[in-house]
C-alpha cells in the first residue's frame, strides 16, 4: 500500500509491539521455577505446566506446578520474614516499596509485552493501562507504608498473607494484594493464575533485583487445586485475601469458617450500565466500548448491563452496531488492536455456551459483519437485544465481550433494574442532568459508581464489592484495614471462653466469666447484695419480642426462665424460633428509610436514648446485680459506660463522613461510608447492657437496621431496654429484639438471605457456624473467634472499628469539564 492509498482508505497498517524482547525473556528461564525466600527453588513435585498464548494457541512457557511442600515451605520463609519486616520502620518499608514502583516503570516495556503475551490482551492496554497502574499502587502504598505509625496508631500487622489472583488483569492484581498488604508490614504468599504466570514472575526478579528481604514476597505457581486450597487450608497462615469467581470466593469463606483468618473476597460482577434520555450518546457509546470490550469483557466490573431509558433506545442501539463494525479485533501485540484473544478455550467455550443460551431464550443476538482471527481464541463482540431481566444472561456473569440490553421508563425502574442482581461491583450512571445521577449513584448497590465514566480505577479510591461481589476493598484507606489488625488483639487461644452453661439453672458455672477480683465479691453473697431487695418480683411478667416496633408474643407461645447466680429464677423471656427471626428481618426491611434519614437526625434519636436510660440508671444497674450476682458499683460503672457510649456514637453519627479522593484525572471520587442494611447481631454474655449498646448503637448510628439476639444468660436488661426505645423517637423496625437461644437464633439469621451481615460475639465454635452459614448469601461476618474483648476498655469496646463493620464504602467518581 503506497502512501496515497493509505490516506485514501484510511486503513491502519499493522502496528506491532516487537514480541523478541517478551519471548527471549521466556527462552532463557523456561521452564520457570518458584520463588521462595528470594531463590529460584524446583518444585517439590517435580512437575510443570504449559501456559500458553491465547493469541496463537501455542505454548509460550512451561512454569513449576507448586505442590503442598512448597506451600510449607513459602510459609516458614514468609513466618520467618515476618519477624523483622513487621518491626522494620514504616520508612524503611516505604523505600522498598518506592524501590519496587520505579523498577516496575524501568521495566514497563518487558511487562507490557509479557502480559499480552500470556494472556492475550491488547498491548495498547497493557502498556496504558495495567503496568501504570501497578507502578501507581506501589507508590501510593509506599506513602502508606510511609504514614502508618502516625496514620494507623493502635493496629499491627496481620500476619502471613495468602493472596490468590485470577487470570484477567494478572500484575495489576498482583500489585492490588501485594502493595497494601507489605505497607502494613505483613508478609505474603501469592498465587498467581495458572494461565498467567509470567509478569508475576518478572516481579519476583525485580523483588529481587532492588533487595527486598528474603521470604518478604514468595511466589508460588500452578494449579488451584494444589496450591490455592493448600494456602487456604495452612496453619500458618493468618489471612487470605482472594480475587475470583463468586463460587471459588463461597468455598474459600467454608474452608476458612472458624480458623479465625481473615478474609477479603473481591468476586464477580454483572454491573449495570445506565443510559438516561439526556445522556451525550456519542460519549455513551465509547462509554460502553471500555465498559464491556476493554479486556475483551474479562473484568469484574465490566458494565455488562445496558440499561436504556426506553424513548432513546432505538438510536443509541444503532449506534452502538455502527461503532460495533469498526471495532478491531487480532493481534494483541497490534497497537492498533481493540479486541485481544479470550485467555483459554475453556473459557472461550463457556462465553459461546451462554450466547447460545440466551438465543434459546429469546433473546435477540447481533455480531459485527466482520470475522474474527481463525488462530487463537478470539471471540467477536456482542450485543443481545430484546433480553427480559430474569433470563440467565441477563443474571450470569459471562466474563467476555457480551453485553445485554435491557429498557426502563422512569429513574425509580432504572434502579430497580440495576440492582435486581446478587452481585454489586460497580455501576456506570450517563446523564447530563448530575442531579439525577448524584440521586441515583447512592440508590444503587454497588461499590463503585461512575458518572459519565467507566472502568476508571486508582489507588486513592477504595475498590471492592456489595452483596455476592464479596467483601473488603482494595486501594484507598479502607483497603489497608484489610492488612491490619488492633494491636490490643492477641492472636493466642483465649484464656478463657465464655460459655452458655449446658443447664442455667445449675447454681455452679451459669454466671457470667468474672475478673478474680468480682469473683472475691461474690464469695461473700451477702454482703454483694449490701441491704438491696430485688425491686422485680420474680416472675412477675414476661417481657415479649420487640419486633416492628411492637412487643409481641414469641411464635412459639413458649418462655424461658431467667436464673440469677444462685439459681434462683428472676423472670422469663419469650422462647423466639424461626418464624419470629423472620418476622424481625422483615420489620428491620421494612425499616430501611432509616439509613435514608438525616445524620442529623439518627444522632439526636442516640442522645434521647442516652437521656431516657440515664433516667433509669439505678434501674438498669439492680438488674445487671440481679442478673449477675456483681457488685451494684459494678453495674452501675456498667450503665454508666452504656451511657457514654450512647452518646459517643450521637457524636460519631454526623461524623463518619469519608474522603474526598483525588485521582489523577479531571474530577473527584467521593468516597461515602454507607450502611450495610440489616445486621443480625449476638450479644456478648459478659455484659448484658453494655455488649447490647455496645453493638447496637454503631449499628443504627450509621442507618443500619438490626435484628439483635441479647445475652442468653442475662436478657432482662437487653428487654427493659423496649420503652426506653419505644420513648425515643426510634422508628419502628430500627431495632429488634428476639430472645432465646443465641445458638439457634443467630443460625437463622447467618442463614437468611435478606440478612446483609452478622455480628456474633461469642465462643469459637459458634463462630464458625456462623461463618459456614453465612457463605449462602456471601453475607459480612465480624465474629470474636472466642476471644475476650474488654467491653469496659473504650480503645476495645467502642470507636472506628465498630463503625467500619457497620458501613461500606462506595466510592462514587465524578469527572469535571465538558
Ligand atoms: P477463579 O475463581 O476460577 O480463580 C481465581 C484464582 O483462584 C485462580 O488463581 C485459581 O487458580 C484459584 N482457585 C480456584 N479454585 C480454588 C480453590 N478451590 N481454592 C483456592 N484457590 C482456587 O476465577 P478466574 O476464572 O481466574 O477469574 C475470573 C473471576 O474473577 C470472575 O468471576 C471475575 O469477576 C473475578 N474477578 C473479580 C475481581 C474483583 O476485584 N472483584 C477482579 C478480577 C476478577
Ligand atoms: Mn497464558
New binding site residues.
Given amino acids: 500500500m503506497n502512501v496515497k492509498e493509505i490516506f485514501e482508505t484510511m486503513e491502519y497498517g499493522p502496528a506491532p509491539e516487537a514480541a523478541a524482547p517478551g519471548l527471549a525473556w521466556i527462552q532463557e528461564r523456561t521452564p520457570l521455577n518458584l520463588f521462595i525466600n528470594n531463590q529460584w527453588v524446583k518444585p517439590a513435585g517435580g512437575q510443570y505446566i504449559d501456559s500458553i498464548n491465547p493469541a496463537t494457541g501455542k505454548r509460550l512457557a512451561q512454569v513449576a506446578a507448586a505442590t503442598s511442600a512448597d506451600v510449607d515451605a513459602a510459609v516458614a520463609a514468609a513466618r520467618a520474614a515476618f519477624e523483622t519486616w513487621s518491626k522494620a520502620p514504616g520508612h524503611v518499608r516505604a523505600r522498598y516499596m518506592y524501590a519496587i514502583a520505579r523498577h516496575i516503570q524501568k521495566h514497563s516495556r518487558l511487562l507490557a509485552v509479557l502480559e499480552s503475551l500470556d494472556n492475550g490482551k491488547p498491548i495498547r492496554e497493557t502498556r496504558d493501562i495495567d503496568i501504570p497502574l501497578v507502578a501507581r499502587h506501589f507508590y501510593y502504598h509506599a506513602g502508606w507504608a510511609q504514614l502508618m505509625e502516625s496514620e494507623l496508631p493502635g493496629y499491627q500487622p496481620v500476619g502471613v498473607v495468602g493472596q ?6 494478572p500484575l495489576l ?1 498482583l500489585a492490588w494484594k501485594i502493595a497494601p498488604a507489605l505497607a502494613m508490614g505483613n508478609t505474603v504468599v501469592l ?4 494461565y498467567t504466570s509470567l509478569t508475576a514472575l518478572k516481579f519476583a526478579e525485580i523483588v529481587q533485583e532492588i533487595g527486598l528481604p528474603p521470604g518478604v514476597v514468595n511466589i508460588l505457581t500452578g ?3 494444589q ?3 493448600a ?2 487450608r495452612h496453619p500458618g497462615i493468618n489471612k487470605i485475601a ?8 463461597r ?2 469463606r467454608r ?1 476458612t469458617a472458624g480458623s479465625g483468618k481473615k478474609l477479603s473476597l ?4 454483572k454491573s449495570p450500565f445506565i443510559v438516561f434520555d439526556d445522556a451525550d450518546l456519542d460519549s455513551v457509546v465509547e462509554g460502553v466500548v471500555d465498559a464491556i470490550w476493554f479486556n475483551q469483557g ?4 465490566a458494565g455488562s448491563r445496558l440499561l436504556v431509558q426506553e424513548n432513546i433506545a432505538d438510536r443509541l442501539i444503532e449506534k452502538l452496531r455502527e461503532r460495533m463494525e469498526h471495532l478491531r479485533i487480532g493481534d494483541p501485540l497490534d497497537k492498533a488492536v481493540d479486541i485481544g484473544a479470550i485467555v483459554s478455550p475453556g ?1 472461550l467455550k463457556e462465553i459461546q455456551r451462554l450466547v447460545n443460551t440466551g438465543v434459546e431464550e429469546g433473546a435477540v443476538m447481533w455480531q459485527p459483519s466482520w470475522a474474527c482471527p481463525t488462530e487463537g481464541y478470539f471471540f467477536p463482540p456482542t450485543l443481545f437485544t430484546n433480553v427480559s431481566p430474569a433470563t440467565t444472561i441477563a443474571q450470569v ?1 459471562i ?1 467476555g465481550p457480551v453485553l445485554v440490553s435491557m429498557t426502563f421508563r422512569t429513574p425509580a425502574e432504572a434502579v430497580e433494574l440495576a440492582n435486581n442482581t446478587r452481585y454489586g ?1 460497580a455501576a456506570s450512571v450517563w446523564s447530563e442532568n448530575i442531579n439525577l445521577a448524584l440521586d441515583v449513584a447512592p440508590k444503587l448497590k454497588a461499590g463503585t459508581v461512575w458518572i459519565n465514566c467507566t472502568n476508571l480505577f486508582d489507588a486513592t479510591s477504595g ?3 456489595y452483596r455476592e ?2 467483601f473488603g476493598r ?1 486501594g484507598g484507606k479502607e483497603g489497608l484495614y484489610e492488612y491490619v489488625r488492633p494491636k490490643w488483639e492477641t492472636l493466642e487461644a483465649p484464656a478463657k471462653e465464655f460459655h452458655i452453661a449446658e443447664e442455667s439453672a445449675s447454681t455452679n458455672g451459669s454466671r457470667p466469666a468474672v475478673s478474680a477480683d468480682e469473683d472475691r465479691e461474690f464469695e461473700g453473697g451477702e454482703q454483694l447484695l449490701d441491704g438491696y431487695t430485688p425491686m422485680f418480683p420474680a416472675i412477675d411478667r414476661t417481657p415479649k419480642m420487640f419486633i416492628g416496633g411492637k412487643q409481641t408474643r414469641p411464635d412459639s407461645g413458649y418462655s424461658r426462665d431467667v436464673y440469677d447466680p444462685q439459681g434462683q429464677v428472676i423472670g422469663q423471656v419469650g422462647e423466639g424460633n424461626r418464624k419470629d427471626i423472620r418476622n424481625a428481618v422483615e420489620a428491620a426491611h421494612a425499616a430501611g428509610g432509616w439509613a435514608a434519614g438525616t445524620t442529623h437526625n439518627r444522632a439526636q434519636i442516640l442522645y434521647y436514648i442516652a437521656e431516657n436510660l440515664s433516667v433509669r440508671e439505678d434501674e438498669f444497674a439492680r438488674r445487671i446485680v440481679q442478673q449477675t450476682g456483681r457488685s451494684y458499683a459494678d453495674a452501675a460503672a456498667e450503665v454508666q459506660a452504656a451511657i457514654s457510649r450512647l452518646f459517643s456514637y450521637a457524636a460519631w453519627a454526623d461524623k463518619y463522613e469519608g474522603a474526598v479522593h483525588r485521582p489523577p484525572l479531571r474530577g473527584v471520587a467521593l468516597a461515602m461510608p454507607e450502611a450495610i442494611g440489616v445486621i443480625g447481631m449476638a450479644c456478648p454474655e459478659e455484659h448484658p447492657l453494655l455488649g447490647f449498646v455496645s453493638l447496637v448503637a454503631p449499628a443504627i448510628a450509621m442507618g443500619n437496621t438490626i435484628v439483635v439476639i441479647p445475652s442468653q444468660v442475662a436478657p432482662l436488661s437487653a428487654t427493659d431496654c423496649y420503652q426506653v426505645l419505644e420513648t425515643s423517637d426510634l422508628p419502628a423496625g430500627v431495632v429488634n429484639i428476639v430472645t432465646g437461644d443465641r445458638d439457634l437464633l443467630s443460625q437463622v439469621l447467618a442463614e437468611h438471605d435478606d440478612v446483609d451481615a452478622i455480628w456474633y460475639f461469642g465462643p469459637a465454635e459458634g463462630c464458625k457456624r456462623i461463618e459456614l452459614a453465612s457463605a449462602g448469601n456471601m453475607k459480612r461476618t465480624w465474629v470474636s473467634y472466642g476471644h475476650p474483648r474488654g467491653w469496659m476498655d473504650t480503645a476495645q469496646g467502642e470507636g472506628e472499628e465498630f463503625l467500619r463493620e457497620a458501613t461500606q464504602v462506595k466510592n462514587i467518581w465524578v469527572p469535571y469539564g465538558e
Avoid at 164 to 169: A, K, M, R
Wanted: proline fraction near 4%; include cysteine; charge should be negative.
Fill in positions: 490468590i489472583i485470577p487470570w484477567n488483569f492484581m498465587k498467581p493464575a495458572r494449579e488451584a487445586s496450591v490455592g486450597e494456602l487456604v482472594f480475587t475470583g469467581s463468586t463460587d471459588v470466593g468455598s474459600i474452608a473481591e468476586l464477580g460482577g474479562q473484568v469484574c466490573c473459557q456473569e466474563f461491583l475498590f471492592g464489592g461481589s464479596g482494595e
